[in-house]
């Protein structure tokens, strides 16, 4: 009852309607005072105007309480994040349910999506914090060494570093663009400053690299561009270290999608069977999981990164024979600020 009443006082306090009635009043008033009309016909048209008026606000309020229990309804439903509302076919209330589906829609597309990245960050974690243990062992066990191997421990140093810096990319990673500094670069100055950031890691797997005259400029982010390289190079290192002549090629080269750069490496290569999902997370592959060097999240983020960037990534692969990782390079220019 006490919202009801509420809900009266604030229905007459919005309705404007009732104005009209009060000029037609105040006119039919003027006309019997103009014309001295006799008073019984003029009080029963009142009569019929007022009756009349009274039914139309009547029946507004009515569809306005409903309109009003309808909405607070909405608001629980929404603090509760459930939607439970039946199906209003016509009118403003169907309009008003159309608009609330469509917001609670939305809204559990990114609850669920919310929840699966979650997920999957949590798994991520769990798997970095296995990983990250393994250097951080084998460098424990070199310090305890007489005269510690510091080829060795710079090595698994580096492993480490590359966990933590994979973390903190996985973390910051936005496919919106919105962490993009797009620049033009020599595409060969790029790729050189990656090899060298790595160059201790081919002197002491003993892996050969050949840089092959790259011409031209990549419209990128440096900063990106340069993990998914390294990601890139890494993996060639490991799959390729400890055997005979193990070689890696970075080149330039043009397909119909525009250009590319081409590592290219002698490793245990890939079985034709992973090579579709090698950009799946936490997808290992069989060479890796029996090396025991994949983690199954460098590639993901590579293939995340280049999308980011507008550019692409393939991989093939001869399993005994070799891996080639295609970077497509090409973007639209477009104005930036």
Known sequence: MK??????????REQKGYLLYLLIYVFLLFVWWLCDLPWQPMAYLF???????????????????????????YTRQAAEGVFAAEE????LEGDWYGLVKAWHEEYERQKDQNQEEKEQSGKYYTLWSHQIKTPIAAMNLLLQEEEPDLKSLKQELWKA?????????????????????????????????????????????????QIEAMPGNVLTDEK????????????????????????IRIYSGRTDKGETVIVEDNGIGIRREDIPRVFEWGYTGYNGRREKR????????????????????EIESEEGKGTRVI???????????
């Open 224 to 247: 990106w561009f340069l993990f998914v390289l390294e990601q890139v190079l890494g993996n060639a290192v490991k799959y390729t270290a400890g055997r005979e002549n193990g070689k």
């Open 88 to 91: 209003e076919k016509e009118g």
């Open 327 to 337: 970077l497509g390079v090409s973007r639209k220019k477009f104005d930036m600020e």
């Open 161 to 209: 570093e590359q966990y933590v810096d994979m973390a903190l990319q996985y973390q910051r990673l936005d496919r919106s663009g919105r962490d993009l500094v797009l620049k033009e670069y020599p595409l060969e100055t790029l790729v050189k400053k990656a090899v060298k950031n790595m160059a201790s890691v081919f002197i002491y797997n003993k892996t050969g690299i």
């Open 3 to 12: 919202n009801r009443k509420k809900y009266g006082l604030d229905y007459l």
């Open 294 to 313: 994949s983690t199954g999240i460098g590639l993901f983020l590579c293939r995340q990164v280049m999308d980011m960037l507008g550019q692409s990534i």
């Open 47 to 73: 009569l019929l105007l007022t009756v009349f008026a009274s039914i139309q606000l009547l029946y507004g309020l009515r569809g306005y309480i409903r309109r009003r229990k309808l909405l607070e309804m």
